[in-house]
């Protein structure tokens, strides 16, 4: 199995779960044992500001939004470029922190982009792998340049460039003809 971490999960029409729908999904972690991705477009009503002064003794007057994750349950999160405060690399400069402090240094940071979640996507042992077998997710390489995207057309955006991956090799042939029933 090859791992999918650094990659993002783009929800298929087939997918089922509403949950997920027309969600894109930063794959943080993805080994034997499972699976665990933050959603990035879903942001919620609130605020960093709103949030922060609840977890925190220390003020922010962030407005960015705060993000649902996912359906589970956990603790706030951040996805960041501030490599000083990284507990993991997701891919190349994009890192992640859960710890108060880096949180904390994330939140503070003014220059660096920052995105910060409530909720995370988690998959069981092979079920992410089943979920993918029945078409209901697609793959993609993510950039950082993405998962910063600040537009609400992500899943658009992403999708867009499964589909021109997909049809290039169709584009480029002068054998196929536009209606396939021609064969």
């Keep these: 199995m090859a791992s999918l971490q650094g990659n993002f999960l783009i929800a298929s029409p087939h997918?089922?779960?509403g949950n997920f729908n027309r969600s894109v999904v930063l794959?943080?972690?993805?080994?034997?044992?499972?699976?665990?991705?933050l959603v990035l477009n879903r942001p919620t009503g609130n605020t960093v500001a709103e949030i922060w002064k609840l977890v925190s003794d220390m003020a922010s007057d962030r407005q960015d939004p705060i993000y649902l994750?996912?359906?589970?349950?956990?603790p706030?999160?951040?996805i960041?470029?501030?490599e000083s405060a990284a507990e993991t690399e997701v891919l190349s400069g994009v890192?992640?922190?859960a710890h108060k402090d880096q949180l904390r240094e994330v939140v503070a940071a003014e220059s660096a982009p920052v995105r910060l979640f409530s909720g995370y996507s988690g998959w069981g042992a092979g079920q992410l792998e089943g979920e993918l077998e029945a078409g209901g997710w697609l793959v993609a390489p993510a950039t950082a340049e993405l998962v910063f995207h600040d537009q609400d057309d992500l899943?658009?955006?992403?999708?867009?460039?499964?589909?021109?991956?997909?049809?290039?090799?169709?584009?480029?042939?002068?054998?196929?003809?536009?209606?396939?029933?021609?064969?």
């Design 15 to 17: 997918l089922g779960d």
């Design 27 to 37: 794959m943080v972690k993805h080994d034997d044992d499972g699976a665990f991705g």
């Design 69 to 74: 994750g996912g359906p589970v349950q956990g």
């Design 76 to 78: 706030l999160m951040a």
């Design 80 to 82: 960041h470029g501030l």
């Design 95 to 97: 890192y992640l922190s």
């Design 155 to 183: 899943w658009e955006r992403v999708m867009h460039n499964v589909a021109k991956d997909i049809l290039a090799p169709t584009l480029k042939s002068k054998h196929v003809p536009n209606d396939p029933t021609l064969n």
